[in-house]
Structure formats: structure tokens, C-alpha cells
């Protein structure tokens, strides 16, 4: 026999209305178990009514309102624990910070349901259940399947709370680097233009579609070599794909081996030869999350953690400076 819902019934009284302006506040603080992202979920599913003619998360109904919360049973997690290697940088008792390799899904979706990055974290936080969404728990941010490099994954709710209100209001550093095609870009500056699913093909965005969103993202040089250059780039925004659209598309000059916005066996025939053993069939765009830097949402601590390029990044830099050296 199915669970029922678990009914919460509140008054709002006139103590209520001198110490919260919005129902997602007041509710958040009388029902303990529930965040704010948790009451937000719940009333876009009509979970929470009230007998005054129309509520609004952003603002508390009149004194003697009577709101209703029906907190369905939880359920299990979509995703299942798998017992993959996990590179953590940090941990404490409410987030963790890792080190994705490339190749690596950050969580279940059609055709990656196991392998992922969240099936390596339930193996590894063995209670995550009610964290945010449960097929993605703990998941606050992405990166691309071919993306390397840093992310962070909430343990608890609260966390996942003030991460998931970080993120939305670009209160983060993220550095990312990447080797580009081309050298004889600007030295710096920005990408300012609006990012949205390609009108011909789903698996792709595009800049300046019907229905897309802005997207600012700022770069540096820092470095050149022969027909490919090493950048950093720092996101304003974080769309899906929105480095390598804004690089491919805006500045023509896609990231190294990308197989979406790039052609990859073109790109190693105009390097040169020298690079053929180590990219030959590699299939993932040379891209990674070197920085993550955000206020701890707990303990307030200020948190910046860098990590290492993988090894193909690696060894298309060395390569790179040897051939650099032996041409001056």
C-alpha cells in the first residue's frame, strides 16, 4: 500500500507577519525539514494551497490565512551507488569539492545511467537521500561529459540551498582553461552574446537563437603557440555549452579536438604531425575547470581550490613549449 502524504497545516498569525516578508520563508522556518528550494518544488506542483484566493512564494497571505503542505513520502534515489574512484579535493561535513576526469557524466540522463558522477557519490556519501534533486543528488552545477577539472556537490540540504542561491547569483569564481584554435587572437576581452538550444539540431546551442539566454564570458591569452593558443576564461554566466559556442561561433576559433563545434581531425592536421599519437581518436574537447572559488553557504569560510590539467592536456602543452623552444 503506497504511502500518504505527510499534511503540514499552518495559520499565518500576526507574529508571522513581523518576522517574515515571503511564504517560502515562513514556511521553510515552521516546517524543519523543509529549504526553501524544497517549498519552491512543492508548490510548482501544487503541493501547498491556502484559503486565501492566491498565494505567491515571494509573499505572505493575510493574518489568518490557513496554508496546507502536502510533503509527499520520500522516495529512493534514481541513481544508484557504484564504487568508482573519486579524486576529492576537500570535504568537510557538508559539501565536497572533486576533481572530474574527462569522459566522465556528471549525472544520470538517457544513455548514461550508471558510471556517472553522482552514482560515484552515493557510493561515497552514503546518506544523500532528500538533497536536492534525487537524480541528481547533491548536484548543484555541471560540467560537460569531456570537461575536466572542479566542481563542488552539496552533502546536506542547507548546503545544497546556499550553493544552489550562489550559483544563481554568479557568487563564485570559476576559471577555466583551454586550448584553442588559432594565435593570433586579441589578448583579452569578452564574449557578450545570448545562448540557446540550435534550432537544427538538439544536441547543440547556439549564440542569438530564438529563446536564448545571455551569456558573458571573459578571456585571456595566455599563451600562444603555432595555429593554437593556451586561454583562461571566466564565466559571468553559466549556460550549457557556453564556452565552446561563444568560442567556436563568436571568435571562430573553436577548442582543440571539440567534436560538436569543431572538427578534430582538421584541427590536428593544422598543429602538425607531433600531436598525432597523443590526440589521434581522442574525443573530448580540451577544456578544463581549473579554479572554483564561493564562500562556504555553512561556515562562511572562504573556499578556492585549483587542481592539475589530466594528462592529454598535459601532453599537448608539453609538446607545445618543446616546439615553442625549438623554434626561437
Known sequence: MPEKDLIHKLVVTAEDHSKFRRLDQFLSHHIKELSRSNVKDLFLKDKITSTHEKIELKKLPPIDTLVTVSIPPPRDADAKAQNIPLEIVYEDEHLLFVNKPAGMVTHPAPGNYEGTLVNAILYHCKDLKGVG???????????????????????????????VNLFASHDIERIYHAIVMGDHHPIGGLVDASIGR??????KMAANVKNSKNAITHYKVLEYFKKHSLFELKLETGRTHQIRVHLSQMMRSPILCDPTYGNPKEHIARIGSEYKDILDGYPHPLLHAKVLGLIHPITKEELRFEVDYPDTFRGVLDISHKLKAERK
Request: charged content about 25%.
Open 133 to 163: 534533486d534525487q537524480k541528481r543528488p547533491g548536484i548543484v552545477h555541471r560540467l560537460d561529459k569531456g570537461t575536466s577539472g572542479i566542481m563542488v556537490v552539496a552533502k546536506t540540504s542547507e548546503c545544497h540551498e546556499g550553493l
Open 198 to 203: 540550435h534550432p537544427q539540431n538538439r544536441l
